[in-house]
């Protein structure tokens, strides 16, 4: 079935890095837009990073721009989002999402998501 | 502070109607920029409930349905029921001078009396 599972969380020190993955099976991985949303505990959805069905464009929330990175691997089907520099604002819930189409729209297959920590 | 606005919380009983408001700007819904919905029940991930602004995925009922005017738009639940309880979010895409960006609500807390 179409799925996407996001792995790679964990307790982590502030300053330090991260890399998240999100494998996904079920579909043409290739022909879909992908995000990374997040939840910190008891918040709403935040929006951290988006990329293009090719990865020729990626998009960022300013609190994380120049911090993450999010990428994709094609051959793999699978997406990333390495982070670094990380800060205890940083502490959610990490869900990926597939986008209904190639570039930016609604996200309509969810993960369980993976939960990040930023604690010393 | 979100970049569309949504009520915090609603209410109803059950059988009854409710509105949720998401109200954007012109860089975003007034931009023309479509607007999805997103029901999230406590403990649990995010799940497409309307898609470009009135579409319902398969499997979700018709008791649920959107709308855009303007600059917001609307989430309407109809014969409300228990399982209606969670948490709403509306999203769209905002571009201004500042970049590109996927921007949600804040999120409505919605409680079946």
């Known amino acids: 079935q179409v799925q996407v599972i996001e792995s790679g969380g964990g307790v982590v020190q502030p300053g330090r890095s991260l890399r998240l993955s999100c494998a996904a099976s079920?579909?043409?991985?290739?022909?879909?837009?992908m995000h990374w949303v997040r939840q910190a505990p008891g918040k709403g959805l935040e929006w951290v990073a988006s990329?293009?069905?090719?990865?020729?464009?990626?998009y960022y929330g300013d609190p994380v721009k120049g911090r993450f990175t999010i990428s994709r691997d094609n051959s793999k089907n699978t997406l990333y989002l390495q982070m670094n520099s990380l800060r205890a604002e940083d502490t959610a819930i990490y869900y990926c999402?597939?986008?209904?189409?190639?570039?930016?729209?609604?996200?309509?297959?969810w993960g369980q998501g993976t939960t990040v920590t930023v604690s010393s | 502070q979100s970049v569309l606005t949504q009520p915090p919380s609603v209410s109803g009983a059950p059988g009854q109607r409710v509105t949720i408001s998401c109200t954007g700007s012109?860089?975003?819904?007034?931009?023309?920029?479509?607007v999805h919905w997103y029901k999230q029940v406590p403990g649990a991930a995010p799940k497409l409930l309307i898609y470009?602004?009135?579409i319902r995925p398969s499997g979700v009922p018709d008791r649920f349905s959107g709308s855009r005017s303007g600059a917001s738009a609307s989430l309407a639940i109809t014969g409300l029921q228990a399982e209606d309880e969670a948490d709403y979010y509306c999203?769209?895409?905002?571009?201004?001078?500042?970049?590109?960006?996927?921007?949600f609500g804040g999120g409505t807390k919605l409680t079946v009396l």
């Open positions: 999203q769209s895409f905002d571009s201004s001078l500042s970049g590109n960006s996927v921007v």
């Open positions: 079920g579909f043409t991985f290739s022909g879909h837009a």
């Open positions: 012109s860089s975003n819904i007034g931009a023309r920029y479509d």
């Open positions: 470009t602004n009135t």
């Open positions: 999402a597939r986008d209904l189409g190639r570039v930016i729209t609604g996200m309509d297959v």
């Open positions: 990329i293009w069905y090719d990865g020729t464009n990626t």
